[in-house]
């Protein structure tokens, strides 16, 4: 009996011996099938191209992927480091390391291509074709994103009509910009509906039909004018309280005043065309100009003000002046109107013929001076009734005063009388 389960003991470990390796290799087996179909799988969509010989990029853009690229460094024996030296896709486009620059060009499209610039060379390696994006490159939460257009001299302008209305961004980038390049970097001047025109780097800009819903920028340089249609939006509400700009030429060289009126009062937007970029800007809180130059507003607080100013040439040269426009009907004004007289000069002494007709006027005034009766004696010595007195005296005063005189006179007398009596 012992003997036979002894046996058995023994024979079930050498079963479980040799099983063992099986069971392992059986379980280990699967997980390099995986692996090897997952590689093949990743090769089967990427297009690998060469860039040089140092050098080699994966490409992959489907319908059901976006664009990406990656960029690897080939060793001398012909293998690729497992990192990348770069990696793009629609939300990095481009990207520079050590000199050599790497563009995603048209990344939204269907269509996008790989760009290497090196030595002064640029080279394209088109992607499969894929499927555009859905929405465009700026994203709409992005305040300052719009299209870009190069407009000389080292500026770009970034054009925008979104829910703030039409407006054109002009930014310093360098002379050596170029399309898909960085171009959020320093604001020189904003042309919107409030403000229409600019002048900067001896460029003239204007952002005609403001309010329509179509826009355009003007830019003009030594009389030459390139337009520039900014995306198409909405035009302006009728109920706008900013009035349309009134242009008004103020002085030689081209020097132009925007003339405009909101309810914050009176806005006047001087800028003079040409070499120079020389503007100024005169509203209700500062209404006058540089002394070297007679420019203000004249009763910048009223309804109606005034913008004058002076051309060179002289003392003698005249004061001209233009109205700035209307407040926007329905419209009221964020402050107390009121007319003070900035400017005002003195008052004009009155004329000979106001005289004339002020002296008919007190003709005119019943005062019957010639009834009136003036005391005489030693009463009357010296008293000169002015002729205020005279004109507002009449008869029954008179009278009475001489009444009251006579009953003084008389008993001044009784006393006298009375006193030579008890004396005599």
Not at 52 to 57: D, E
Not at 325 to 335: R, V
Request: with cysteine.
């Amino acid at each position: 009996m012992r003997t036979a389960l002894r046996t058995s003991i023994v024979t079930a470990a050498l079963a479980g011996a040799m099983l063992l390796p099986a069971a392992g290799s059986a379980f280990a087996a699967p997980a390099p099938q995986a692996v090897s179909s997952t590689k093949a799988a990743a090769s089967s969509q990427a297009k690998r191209v060469a860039i040089n010989k140092h050098l080699v990029a994966d490409m992959i853009n489907s319908a059901t992927e976006a664009p990406s690229v990656k960029v690897f460094i080939v060793n001398e024996d012909g293998t690729t480091r497992p990192k990348a030296l770069a990696s793009l896709d629609r939300g990095h486009t481009k990207q520079s390391v050590q000199g050599t620059v790497f563009t995603l060009t048209k990344a939204e499209t269907a269509e996008p291509v790989l760009t290497v610039f090196e030595n002064g060379v640029t080279t394209s390696f088109p992607l499969p074709k894929g499927k555009a994006a859905a929405a465009p490159a700026p994203s709409e939460d992005d305040r300052y994103a719009g299209q870009v257009v190069s407009i000389g001299n080292g500026m770009v302008a970034v054009l925008r009509n979104r829910a703030e209305g039409p407006e054109a961004w002009i930014r310093y980038v360098g002379p050596q910009w170029k399309q898909g390049d960085p171009y959020m970097v320093r604001v020189l001047t904003v042309l919107n509906r409030r403000q229409t025109t600019g002048a900067v780097n001896g460029v003239s800009l204007k952002l005609a039909k403001a309010d329509t819903a179509e826009p355009v920028l003007v830019v003009t340089e030594g009389g030459a004018s390139k337009s520039y249609p900014l995306p198409k939006g909405k035009a302006s509400t009728p109920s706008s309280c900013v009035s349309e700009v009134k242009h008004v030429t103020v002085g030689a060289g081209g020097m132009t005043a925007d003339l405009t009126m909101s309810p914050k009062g009176p806005k006047a937007f001087v800028y003079a065309e040409g070499p120079g970029d020389w503007t100024l800007t005169l509203d209700r809180s500062h209404p006058k100009g540089p002394d070297s130059y007679y420019l203000r507003i004249i009763n910048p607080n009223s309804a109606q003000p005034v913008l004058n100013w002076k051309t060179q040439g002289g003392e003698n040269v005249p004061v001209k002046s233009a109205s700035f426009p209307a407040l926007p009907e329905g419209c009221t004004f964020e402050y107390k109107v009121t007319q003070e007289q900035t400017d005002a000069k003195p008052a004009a002494k009155p004329s000979s013929a106001t005289t004339g007709v002020t002296t008919q006027t007190q003709a005119q005034t019943p005062v019957r001076a010639q009834t009136a009766v003036v005391p005489k004696g030693s009463v009357a010595a010296g008293a000169e009734l002015p002729v205020e007195t005279v004109a507002d005296t009449d008869d029954s005063t008179t009278l009475a005063a001489g009444a009251g005189l006579l009953a003084i006179v008389a008993a001044l007398g009784a006393t006298v009388l009375r006193r030579r009596r008890n004396h005599g």
